[in-house]
């Protein structure tokens, strides 16, 4: 055991001989020692910081539902119109930010409108199905898309069906919802469900009796150039086919 103990201090002697001269490297090994635990304490904020925005971010979610599904508390309702498209209510309402108001608002069954379609041989630019008919509100002619109202209780794909077939006599294979939107909420209830209608097949017409409806079909890209140019005013033409001719141009870039 001694001899063990002579020979381990005879080895540390030998090194600290060896590296006694060479002060500068003996002090580097404690540096690297020291700088260890700041690499270490230098990641901790980091981690630290990284879930504050997400926690932040579903606070705000929360906070915005109330809002959104929050609905007025009608205190009375008078009908004080009734004709056989709509009827004008005079509601009087606290408002879901608490301000108590009094409301004029047009009720109806809603509408649906037709995206017509007929890829022919260039499915980029398909021919789509429009109208022409006088619009007495805005005391001239519109071209717009076929549309019309839903019957009380009505199912808004079966309507759609049903309006195309009466305007323009054409049926479609296909269909599939585009959108829905309000057309101006501030006083009118209306919600307008625009479906596309693929693989036309024509038919004969059968619009109603004050129907005077001429229709025709054009090309998308001649469409977006007419509401360019101010040619098309009808809101849901407007919608329907912006917004069809963006999801086109978005799926050709991919």
């Not at 915005?64 to 119109?81: D, G, N, R, T, W």
């Not at 108590?100 to 260039?122: F, P, Q, T, W």
Request: aromatic share 6%.
């Amino acid at each position: 055991m001694a001899t063990r103990k002579k020979s381990g201090k005879a080895a540390a002697a030998k090194k600290t001989k060896a590296v006694a001269p060479k002060a500068g490297k003996a002090a580097a090994p404690k540096a690297s020692k020291v700088a260890k635990p700041k690499a270490k304490k230098s990641t901790r904020p980091l981690a630290a910081k990284t879930p504050k925005p997400k926690v932040k971010a579903k606070r705000a979610a929360k906070a915005a539902v109330p809002e959104i599904e929050a609905k007025a508390e009608i205190l009375a309702s008078e009908v004080v119109f009734e004709g056989p498209l709509f009827r004008v209510l005079r509601d009087v309402l606290i408002e879901p930010g608490g301000t108590e108001n009094s409301r004029d608002v047009i009720r109806h069954n809603g509408s649906v409108v037709i995206l017509a379609l007929d890829y022919g041989k260039n499915k980029k630019d398909p021919w789509v199905v429009v109208e022409r008919q006088y619009r007495h509100a805005a005391n001239q002619f519109l071209w717009e898309l076929p549309a019309g109202k839903l019957d009380a209780g009505e199912d808004p794909l079966a309507g759609a069906q049903r309006e195309l077939e009466e305007e323009t006599g054409y049926r479609a294979k296909k269909w599939k919802p585009l959108v829905e939107y309000y057309a101006s909420p501030g006083f009118l209830g209306e919600s307008m469900k625009v479906f596309l209608a693929e693989g036309l097949v024509a038919g004969d017409a059968h619009p109603e009796d004050d129907e005077r409806i001429e229709f025709r079909l054009v090309k998308l890209s001649e469409l977006v150039k007419m509401i360019e140019k101010g040619a098309i005013l009808d809101g849901k033409t407007l919608t329907s086919v912006l917004l069809y001719a963006r999801k086109t141009a978005g799926k050709q870039r991919k």
